[in-house]
């Protein structure tokens, strides 16, 4: 049985250090996931962009804001110059929106590291076997003293020492 580790990294480059580590001690990359608004080039294990709540909301918006116009007259009647733009902030809110709460759906573990993540912080995630836990944890902390080690809730409440 394995639990994951929560581990959070104040700079990206110290994150990456840290993957590269436990890889070295003998995770594989599935077992290791990096989560951040700026990821280090060439991670080895998969990674996944935290974006802010406007940058979340804007490819939405963009899409919204253009497709609702066009895709109107195919609908209904060739909208005029009015219509078109209130279709657009039309499309742009609703798009946006969803496109908002899709993201934070998808980031939802790390939700309670958003302000971290917003200032550049680096999350690692680690599943870690039960029977090496108390290892893994203790080099962590012995090795890297820069970092956070949140134990098995992203927002720090499993801290263990």
């Known amino acids: 049985m394995s639990t994951t580790l929560y581990i959070r990294a104040g700079e990206p480059t110290a994150g990456r250090r840290l993957i590269d580590e436990l890889l070295g001690q003998g995770f594989e990359p599935g077992q290791l996931h990096a989560y951040g608004k700026q990821l280090p080039g060439g991670l080895p294990v998969e990674g996944t962009h935290w974006r802010n709540a406007f940058m979340a909301f804007l490819p939405g918006a963009v899409v919204g804001a253009v497709a609702l116009p066009f895709l109107w007259p195919v ?87």
């Open 75 to 161: 609908l209904f009647k060739t909208p005029g110059t009015v219509e078109v733009l209130l279709l657009a902030g039309i499309g742009a809110v609703i798009a946006g929106g969803w496109s908002l709460l899709h993201e934070r759906r998808k980031a939802s573990p790390m939700n309670a590291q958003r302000q971290a993540m917003r200032r550049g912080e680096l999350m690692v995630a680690a599943a870690v076997d039960e029977d090496r836990r108390g290892d893994v944890e203790q080099r962590i902390r012995q090795e890297h003293p820069e970092m956070d080690l949140l134990g098995s809730d992203p927002a720090g409440q499993g801290r263990s020492g």
